[in-house]
Nanobody, 126 residues
Framework: QVQLVESGGGLVQPGGSLRLSCAAS????????IAWFRQAPGKEREGVSC????????YYNSPVKGRFTISRDNAKNTVYLQMNNLKPEDTAVYYC???????????????????WGQGTQVTVSS
């Protein structure tokens, strides 16, 4: 019974930072990707970043490159998203998701992921 629980969202001013956490449980394999997606009001869900739990490979969507960093702590079964220099356009509900790494064609495609958390709100506003 795979479960993903994200936390760490909140209200932050432009230029500020937040760190999101995704705590995972119930996996029986190390060959998973864990990804962050976000969905803003009126927009479709978009991939933000993903990481392989097996080898640590990472991918980032262009809008967050250089500002966000995804990392893992396999011993704690937790993936983090460090978000720096936040911008108003980063405002969204952020979701973590898990899927099978080896068979993915698009590592930031939402359809590739089978398990999803409930989301955490990130609001960037002055």
């Amino acid at each position: 019974q795979v479960q993903l629980v994200e936390s760490g969202g909140g209200l932050v001013q432009p230029g500020g930072s937040l760190r999101l956490s995704c705590a995972a449980s119930g996996f029986t394999s190390d060959w998973y990707a864990i990804a962050w997606f976000r969905q803003a009001p009126g927009k479709e869900r978009e991939g933000v970043s993903c990481i392989s739990t097996s080898d640590g490979s990472t991918y980032y969507n262009s809008p967050v490159k250089g500002r966000f960093t995804i990392s893992r702590d396999n011993a704690k079964n937790t993936v983090y998203l460090q978000m720096n220099n936040l911008k108003p356009e980063d405002t969204a509900v952020y979701y973590c998701a898990a899927g099978a790494w080896a068979t993915m064609r698009d590592k930031l495609g939402s359809y590739e992921y089978d398990y999803w958390g409930q989301g955490t709100q990130v609001t960037v506003s002055s």
